[in-house]
């Protein structure tokens, strides 16, 4: 379901009736059903990490928040990250502008969508850094915003180890990102 024109408050309209939606230049759009259990291994483990190394640093939240753009631009990334000194973005309902950090966990059906559609909402509303994590592939590509241009600052595989230029509490070895575990 598509529907083009809509603002802010029509998103807010939309009915409770537990589906989850985001609003791409006006349309709206319906996201798909709930993500494989590996996705949200991966997402627990990225929450994890940032509560044990990050939380001084700023604050993080993950899927489903909404973050507000513009009034045509509302999305739900699978995780955020605000720094210390931009918290007033944070509100009750929702963040309102651009966090410093956002992560999207690939899925078959959202591949596109995140690689594309939503990283070009990303450049243009000046989210620093970008994260897409290919749970399939076992692979992170880390873009960083350079210019006014969200640049492939490096694909990393589970050999590798995950730093930011922006954030100093960002060090993780990729390989303990795909590890299945228990608790």
Known sequence: MMTRGLTYDDYL??????????????????????????????LRFLTKTFEKHCSKAG???????????????????DFVFISRERQPIIKDKAIEGAPDLIVEILSPSTAKKDKIDKKTVYQRYGVKEYWIIDPIYRLLE???????????????????????????????????LFQKRIG
């Open 13 to 42: 309209g939309m009915p409770d009736d537990g589906r989850r939606y985001e609003l791409i230049n006006g349309e709206l759009n319906v996201m798909e059903p709930a993500p494989l259990v590996e996705h949200q291994r991966i």
């Open 59 to 77: 604050d993080f939240l993950f899927a489903p928040v909404d973050v507000i753009f513009s009034n045509e631009y509302v999305l739900q990334p």
């Open 142 to 176: 880390q873009f960083i915003l350079e210019s006014g241009q969200l640049r492939l600052l490096k694909v990393l595989n589970t050999d590798d180890i995950i730093t930011s230029p922006n954030f100093a509490c960002i060090d993780m070895p990729l390989e303990t």
